[in-house]
Every structure is written in C-alpha cells, then in structure tokens.
C-alpha cells in the first residue's frame, strides 16, 4: 500500500514538475518573441535612434542636440513636474558657452535667473571680492555665470526639446534595460498609466542622475559620500552685491549665500555625518543659528537667519564623489551624475555635463547607422578618452589643440573633477596647523588680486580648464602658505609644518589625478594615439 502510494505521489510530482518547466519555457520565449517583433517593427515603422532615460539637464539638453542633427529621440522621465532641487542653481560661464553652442542659451531667460560677475571670500573678519577675468581674450563669451532655480531652468530646457517634431518626451519610470548578448537593445517602464511598456532603439543614454538604478547594470561604479550640503532659501531679501557668490570659509567648513531670483537667496553649508544635527526636532536651526550665524558676516546675517526664523523647508543633498567608467555593455552611453561625479563645492556640474554632451554629439555625427553596436562602442570609448584630455601634440611634435577644432569645446571634465575635489577639501576647517596654513594660503591667494586671482577665477569658472594651469596654481598656492609658515624667520618646528604642508598639497592632487587618469593622458607617447583613435572613430 505505501509503496504503491509513494509511485503515485512520486509520478503525480514528476509531472507537475515538467508541466510547469514547459509552462515558463513557452511563455519567456513567447515574451522574447514578442520583444523581438516589437524592435522589429520599431525599426521597420520609424521608431526612436535614441532612447534617452532621464530629462533633467543633461537629457533635455541632449535631445535637443541629437534631434537638430536629425536623430528621433524617444525621452522617458520619471517625474514631469517642476524639479525642487537645491543643486544645479549656478551655471559657470563656461557652461554659458556650452548652452550657446548647443542653442540653448535661452532656457536661461524668463526665468528669474540672476548675473554673477565672481565670488566675494570671507574668512576671520576678512572679505575680498575674485571676479571672473574680464579681460581674457581666449574665452569667446561674456565672462559672467548665472543664478536661479533649477527646477524653472530644467523645464525650459525640456519645452525646448520637446518643440522638436522628432522628440517625444513621455512620463514614465525605466525598469530595466533590455539586453540581448551584452548589447542593450532598449528599456522596459511603466508609463504614465501604470501600464508596463517597452521602448527599441539602436543606442540608449542613460541620464538619470546621481541615484541612478540603471548604473549598477552597467559598471561597477560605486558612488562616494564625502559630505552634505545642508540649504533653505530665505524669500522676500535681496543681497547688498547680489552679482556676487558670498563663500565664506567657516567652520566646521564653508558656508554660502547667492541670489537665486530677484526676489530669494539660497543659504547653504557643509556638514559631516560625524555631526549632523536632527532637522525634525529643531536641533539643525538651533545649530544655524547659534554656531553658524555668529561667523556670517553682519551684513549677510540677517538673511541668512531670516529662512530659519520664517521656518523655510531645509533640505539636505549627499555631496558624493565618482570617477567614470565605462559600461561593460555595448549600445548604452551613462551621461551626467549617473557617470560621474565631483564636490559640488566649485558648482561645476552642469558645465561638465554640458562639455560632455557636445563632445559625445560630434563623435556621433558621423555615424549614419547607430545600429552597428561595435563601432558605437569605439565611438564611446573614444569620447571616454577625450573628455579629458586638453592640447596634444602632433607627430612633428607641434601643439595641435584638436579637442576645439574637432568638438568644438575645450575638454575639461579631469581638470574641473580635480579642482573641485582639491578645494572643497581645503575649504575644511582644520586644528592641524599645516592644513589650515594651506586653507589661509588659498584664501590670500584668491584675494590678492592679478594674475592669481584671475587665473583661479578662470578654472573656476570654466574658461581655462587645462590640466597644466591647475597644477601650476596649486603648487603657487602652496608655495605662497610654506612662505607664510616661514615668516618671520624658519624655526626647526616651521620647518617641520611646512614640510607636512607639501606632503598636503601633494595629497590633495596626485589621488585626483591618479583617479581621473591625467598623468597617463598628459604623456606625449599617448597623444598621437587619441588623435588617430578620435579621427578613426569619427571616419566610420
């Protein structure tokens, strides 16, 4: 009887084994059928070139492009209200450069957004103003920045793209990607209606920013937290030199205000996750207002209090840090905060995003077919490369700046992604006596005035972004705080201190050059290379 029973059950489990193994065998290749006849009929009936995820700025920015150039752009965001984010308020005036050779340059009117001629540096009762450098001839456009909301500004970014025929932007949250043997092929979302849907196209971007679900599909990437920016807007105020961002290097580090409309200033600073006050309970604007206020400025202050005492809504925004790599996939680019990351201190982001979006748009004007997953991969790896890399030399051994006369634009992104990451960590407040002679270095040599200031000023900024001029910078600063430590007379313990100052400075460049790959693209034996590799890629 049991052992009867025991076939029974045995073949009874057996076959609902093998009826539910066909079951699912069937419905995924009726599935990979149906994707299948979905691309096809994409493709055969017009469907996108480009699928971009994301339509921030460098999505709605990058549409536009592709789409002049005559691509069919199929955008997908997740959310299509005005965005509330505190970061991306400030645009360097070579990211004003950038949005003009995109023909861009209007989402900047009509939308409140305010004049910045430099920044004013505050530090111990001091104050000196570094304007952007007016008289350089090199940079071939007004020589000023610009202030406002983020959200205004990526809403006029995206009515621009989508007042193109070829451009459909539609709500939706990407899923996944869609692979097929290491080339991706489209994506998967849910659209505006909670219906799941599925988008082919030869070439995916993904956009997404810096909290990316995509990014982890495609590299190894893992995103750094260093700090938080900590900000509020105080409304109805306006500041005495609204023109100017008000940087004052405080403790435990910087603190800063800027006119963000004609009528509202943002207050912002920097905290560590070793102390971070409770916003919920009331401890952050005890903070502010007991710790931070008494080190603005009298001039600044009363703003500066007056979000906290009119209980303005304080925001708090990771400041992280990623190097870029490469997708391991073929038929997918990663762009803007999903790709690559610096300290948001010298506010640089978007003018990277956008030298990155004009030089990716020329490699890809060439190619008539961006079908042809393998030759998309060396035009993507090509444009790895030269975003970084600055003036070459030729064969003949002869300075070739091939970077602007075949992209159009000085690449920068190593340079600003080294700045950035070097000055806000010498914006920190320090007890070490080598640390904060490199911070007071840094402030007299912005505030002197001449030369130094306006060569700073214009790394700042974004209108000289060679690595060569960062590095001479850096060690003239340098130089200038070890001369102070001397001062008056070179004691054995000065000695010591300024020795342990080099050893800063050193630390502050070499790891973020290392990182971004600039000692290796700076050697003259790889020059001709990039050139040959950038000139075949664009020949396909």
Request: aromatic fraction near 8%.
């Amino acid at each position: 009887m049991d052992k009867a029973f025991m076939e029974v059950f045995l073949w009874t489990l057996l076959a609902f084994v093998l009826t539910w193994t066909t079951y699912h065998v069937t419905n995924r290749r009726k599935k990979a059928t149906k994707l299948a006849d979905v691309a096809v009929e994409e493709i055969r009936y017009g469907g996108p070139d480009v699928i971009i995820v994301g339509a921030g700025v460098g999505g709605s920015a990058l549409a536009y492009a592709l789409a002049k150039d005559g691509r069919r752009v199929h955008v997908i965001e997740r959310d299509m209200r005005e965005p509330e984010r505190m970061m991306g308020e400030f645009m360097q005036p070579g990211g004003r450069l950038f949005l003009s050779k995109l023909d861009l340059q209007d989402c900047l009117e009509g939308i409140d957004a305010q004049k910045a001629t430099g920044l004013t540096l505050y530090k111990d009762g001091k104050e000196a103003a570094s304007p952007f450098p007016v008289e350089d001839n090199k940079f071939p456009y007004e020589p000023s920045a610009r202030m406002f909301y983020n959200g205004r500004f990526v809403q006029r970014l995206r009515q621009k793209a989508s007042s193109l025929p070829n451009v459909r932007l539609e709500e939706g949250t990407v899923r996944s990607l869609i692979e097929e043997k290491g080339v991706i092929k489209g994506v998967t979302y849910k659209n505006s209606l909670g219906e799941e849907s599925t988008a082919f196209a030869p070439l995916t971007v993904v956009c997404d920013g810096c909290y990316s679900n995509l990014r982890r599909s495609l590299n190894d990437n893992n995103a750094e937290v260093i700090s938080y920016t900590v900000g509020y807007v105080s409304k109805n105020c306006r500041l005495e030199e609204p023109e100017k961002l008000h940087l004052i290097m405080a403790k435990p580090s910087f603190t800063m205000l800027y006119q963000i409309s004609s009528t509202d200033v943002r207050c912002a600073f920097e905290l560590f996750s070793n102390y971070f006050p409770s916003i919920a309970n009331g401890e952050m604007a005890s903070f502010v207002k007991n710790d931070l206020a008494p080190q603005v400025p009298p001039k600044l202050r009363k703003i500066f209090l007056k979000g906290i005492e009119e209980g303005a809504k304080i925001k708090v925004t990771p400041a992280k840090r990623m190097s870029a790599t490469l997708s391991r996939k073929k038929g997918v680019i990663v762009l803007g905060d999903a790709f690559n990351m610096r300290h948001p201190a010298i506010a640089s982001g978007m003018m990277v995003l956008l030298s990155d979006i004009l030089i990716l748009r020329r490699l890809l004007k060439p190619l008539r077919n961006l079908g042809d997953a393998n030759k998309v991969s060396e035009v993507i790896k090509c444009f790895y490369v030269i975003r970084k890399v600055n003036a070459q030399q030729n064969m003949q051994g002869s300075v070739y700046h091939w970077e602007e006369e075949t992209t159009g634009v000085k690449p920068m992104s190593a340079t600003v992604n080294t700045l950035g990451n070097a000055f806000s960590q010498v914006l920190v407040a320090s007890t070490d006596q080598a640390k904060e002679a490199m911070r007071q270095g840094c402030y007299d040599y912005l505030s002197s005035g001449g030369f130094r200031t306006s060569g700073m000023m214009a790394l700042f900024g974004g209108m000289n972004p060679r690595p060569l001029s960062l590095i001479y910078h850096l060690f003239a600063i340098t130089l200038s705080s070890i001369g102070q430590l001397l001062s008056p007379f070179p004691s054995p313990l000065r000695i010591w201190h300024s020795l342990r100052l080099c050893g800063v400075s050193l630390k502050l460049l070499i790891p973020h050059l290392k990182a971004e790959g600039v000692i290796h693209m700076m050697s003259p034996i790889n020059a001709a290379a990039y050139c040959k590799n950038y000139m075949t890629a664009t020949a396909v």
